[in-house]
């Protein structure tokens, strides 16, 4: 069927009905003085092989981790990828972001949102969860108003430094609701426990921590648990998937609510997302839940089948009225990351983190040795810490890159101390790159 424009009588109609006379007073909100009133200078016309050329030459102009040694991590990190994963999630019967809508017909989809649920519990001890939101982020956000909606209550505690990019993400999609965010942040950047104690009130619907924090530290997240639910709160984790490989699940220190970033978990870089987000609960706050879960049952004939076992008001009520409004799942990499956890295993997972682990405290303990340099703080961490640099933190994010480093991320904004670089090691460093790196790093003073 062609696309057929508009025409002036169908605009006509159109504008008659919603109560105004023309295109302009749909905009007239829209101050003038921001509107764009110049002509579109389009380039000429290229060819699809050279518009191809053009995008190539754009990509090129960035930095990328198979360019560079990558010490960047904030939540997303470089890891390697066993091949199986992008082969199975390229394969046609799988290639799909979404939850099927005549699911029963999609057993192989719906069997590996069942795997994918059942390897998120076992990882983080919990007893449900999802099959999958966006991103960490969004998944935060999720946890915030599925708490509310559980005790009616509107504040909430962020203690420890909490990733800024989450609480961006969580103001942005909370902004309609009457929602108060306190803070408890020591100068370490860890819990402020009487900062915390103080901010605790009947009004207190959740307090929320990050383990490890937004910093690489790892928080007392027992005492915090205490707190939390001594005032009647519920108690959220931002956890990271392979922490668990050498500190405790969420679900050990009674966790309410856990979300993590999947991105680890066999899901490239890819400057910035698409990623994936991981969202588990205890089994009383099932009917809460965000989002889709699958389930396993037998049939008529006593073959097991896999279903959507419960789905939240979505789509069928008011977005304000609804329980989420997700109306999906990110089925591909929900894939991605189930692929990934079968093919590495309980033991592979601690590999990973064990290696990230030493190699994490063989590069800080490299680093401190050199005049000018110290950790942030003095806390235990896992596989990511901040370092106060000496000179100015720009211009040697500047020439470690010129050198082929990715040499981590600037947070000075986010703990109000200058110079201070966030620094992430994977199990994908060698000893050479980061002993690389310290010599690097030794011409700064």
Known sequence: MPFVPASDKDREYMLSKIGVQNFEQLIENIPSEVRYRGGMDFPEQLSEYEVTRLMLSYSNMNN??????????GGAYERYIPSIVGDTINRAE??????????????????????????????????????????????LAEAVLMASAINRKTEFVYVGTINPNYKDVVKTITQGRKFTYLDAIAADGTTDFEKLKSSLSDKTSAV????????????????????AHANGSLFIVAADPFSVGVIEAPGNYNADIVIAEGQPLGIPLSYGGPYLGIFACKQEFVRKIPGRLAGVTTDLDGKRGFVLTLQTREQQIKREKATSNICTNQGLFMLAATVYLETMGKSGVKEVAEQSFHKAHYLADRITELDGYELFNNKPFVFE???????????????????????GINVSKHVNRPNTLLIAVTETRTKKEMDDFVDFLKQFK
């Open 385 to 407: 810490f901040a370092i106060s640099v000496p000179g100015d933190i720009v211009e040697i994010l500047d020439q470690a890159n010129d050198s082929g480093f990715l040499a």
């Open 64 to 73: 990328s981790a198979s360019s560079h040694i990558c010490f960047m991590g």
């Open 208 to 227: 929320i921590v990050q383990q490890p924090n937004f910093l690489g530290s790892i928080e007392d997240v027992r005492e915090i648990e205490k707190l």
């Open 94 to 139: 799988f290639r799909t972001a979404y939850t099927p809508y005549q699911a029963e017909v999609s057993q192989g989809t719906l069997q590996a949102m069942y795997e994918f649920q059942t390897m998120i519990c076992e990882l983080f001890g919990m007893d449900v969860a999802n099959a999958s939101l966006y991103d960490g982020g969004t998944a």
